[in-house]
């Protein structure tokens, strides 16, 4: 009779091997005993867990060398080929790389100078993949398709920037065209909230929601509509762009030519700006984190943003009527100092009779989610593929 487990034990077991694989996605391929220096586990229970989910299909192992000894490699399986999302925000680069399975095998990401410049961004990016999959001890050629999103809206039919002046600098780059130069493979392109909608569609807190508002708020805001488990875009891929529908008419000029749009006032620089009389020069992660600590002025800014982007959601929603919205973004680790506000602004102008109510979700996943979902999309949109 086989030895009875404990259910404490099993879920040692199951934790141990949720550190082993999170160790890797995070750093890349790493031998059992580097495995054990990362995670703080003995060696003999990683050789045991290692063994267990080789068996299970999930790691791979092959022979190395390290420090003129052999030793084993070890790394995530990949099934059938590769996805890689990436994700061009106005602070951040970030990397994902999926495979069929949508099993994500590594993510990495480095931070960007404001008013990064397309084509030392682009090198980059190129740059940051080679490495990625190389850290997963993967070929070049395994990749199938690659998604970048980026935070400007998107003609998805011309697979292009949808509207000019949105991204300085980046009016006529084809980004399509500098990524086929450097993978030969299918290449996309979309926008940042629809990436992280169908992330949290296929992985998040969406999953069981066929009709939902996804909500990005943080340095600006934007938006994407899920209808009938698919992603809305319109007629030239500008659905739900909410950063830039009216908050003040005589507003300051927004970088779409418009005036007094919602963007203008809960970017991060308007946002920081309120605070520098009083707190000086200090970031959007800065302003969070004295949130967080109780800073009044701090809360104030925050909750004041969550009530203008909570107006216009609400407008969305009248005409969209999702079942939930899902909030992600940086304003959202601000959490209930940012989501209650935002909450009580959207109900005040819903339907008050309504018989349902609009539920508001947070995202667990509120600042990766983007490049996660560039790469879970670019697998469905590979050539040959149905997942």
């Known amino acids: 009779m086989a030895p009875h487990i404990s259910g404490s034990q099993s879920s040692l077991r199951e ?10 996605t995070k750093y890349g391929a790493m031998t059992q005993v580097e495995l054990a220096e990362n995670t703080g586990l003995s060696t003999a229970t ?5 063994r267990q989910l080789v068996d299970d299909g999930l790691f791979t192992t092959t022979d190395t060398v390290r420090s003129g000894r052999r030793a084993t490699l070890v790394s995530i399986a990949r099934k059938m080929g590769i996805g890689v999302g990436v994700a061009i925000e106005r602070h951040s680069l970030s990397i994902c790389v999926t495979d069929f399975s949508l099993t994500v095998l590594a993510e990495h990401s480095m931070p960007l100078a404001f008013g990064h410049k397309p084509d030392s961004t682009l090198i980059q990016a190129a740059r940051l993949i080679h490495e990625t999959i190389d850290s997963i001890g993967a070929q070049i050629d395994e990749i199938a398709s ?36 450097s993978f030969h493979c299918a290449i996309f392109i979309d926008n940042d909230a629809n990436a992280a909608a169908i992330a949290e569609h296929k992985q998040g807190v969406a999953a069981n929601l066929s009709n939902f ?19 809305y875009r319109g007629s030239m891929g500008l659905a739900g762009e909410i950063g830039h529908v009216q908050v003040d008419p005589f507003g300051d000029i927004c970088v779409c030519g418009n005036r007094g749009c919602l963007d203008t006032v809960v970017s991060e620089q308007r946002l920081t700006q309120v605070l520098s009389f009083t707190h000086g020069s200090i970031t959007l992660d800065d302003l969070i984190q004295g949130a967080l600590n109780s800073d009044a002025g ?14 216009v959601v609400a407008q969305t929603c009248i005409s969209m009527d999702p079942q939930s919205i899902v909030v992600g973004g940086t304003l959202t680790k601000a959490r209930d100092i940012f989501l209650e506000p935002l909450q009580q602004s959207v109900q005040r102008l819903l339907f008050p009779d309504a018989v349902a109510p609009i539920r508001i979700i947070s995202s667990d996943n509120p600042e990766n989610n983007v490049a996660l979902g560039a790469a879970l999309a670019s697998i469905e949109l590979a050539p040959s593929v149905s997942i």
């Open 213 to 231: 508002l996804y909500v990005h708020a943080g340095d600006g805001v934007g938006s994407a509509m899920f209808i009938n488990n698919d992603i």
């Open 146 to 181: 690659i998604m970048v999103a980026i935070a400007a809206p998107v003609d998805w039919k011309h697979q292009q920037i949808g509207v000019r002046r949105i991204l300085p600098d980046w009016d006529d780059i084809d980004v399509v065209a500098h990524f086929k130069n």
């Open 298 to 311: 701090c809360r104030r800014v925050i909750s004041d943003a969550a009530v203008r982007i909570g107006t």
């Open 15 to 24: 934790a141990n091997k949720a550190l082993l694989s999170d160790a890797i």
């Open 46 to 50: 990683v050789s045991i867990l290692v």
